[in-house]
């Protein structure tokens, strides 16, 4: 189970977030989705720092995996509600959305160095 479990971890800290965000740069309503992942990763890794529940990855990997995720995807889901605002500037909804797409290749590369 954690030969999976690793993989997935990874995918889910490093790629599922931003790829949400991502399709919400495409006037994809996502928002919710997006929003129902990072708490459900804030709940799972809540539950398995608990119950020292790593993964396969010694407990600081994991760790810090699991902050990647919550950092990314609560960033993520601020740059999702400014670019729903239509008070935003557009320079900044341009910004963060240029952002929000580096942070998504960067996701990209670390996921296949790591496991590709």
């Known amino acids: 189970m954690d030969d999976l479990?690793?993989?997935?971890?990874g995918f889910a800290s490093l790629l599922l977030?931003?790829?949400?965000?991502v399709?919400?740069?495409?006037k994809q309503k996502v928002t919710p989705w997006l929003q129902?992942?990072?708490?459900?990763?804030?709940?799972?890794?809540?539950?398995a720092l608990s119950s020292n529940w790593s993964a396969g990855y010694?407990?600081?990997r994991f760790?810090?995996?699991w902050l990647t995720g919550l950092v990314l995807g609560g960033g993520l889901l601020l740059v999702a509600h400014l670019?729903?605002?239509r008070r935003t500037w557009r320079w900044i909804r341009l910004a963060m959305a240029l952002a929000t797409i580096a942070v998504f290749?960067?996701?990209?590369?670390?996921?296949?160095q790591t496991y590709g």
């Open 5 to 9: 479990a690793t993989p997935l971890v």
């Open 17 to 21: 977030l931003p790829a949400l965000a």
């Open 23 to 26: 399709a919400a740069l495409l």
């Open 36 to 47: 129902a992942a990072v708490f459900l990763w804030l709940l799972g890794g809540v539950w």
């Open 58 to 60: 010694t407990p600081e």
């Open 63 to 65: 760790l810090r995996l």
């Open 83 to 85: 670019r729903e605002k």
């Open 105 to 112: 290749v960067r996701a990209l590369q670390a996921w296949l």
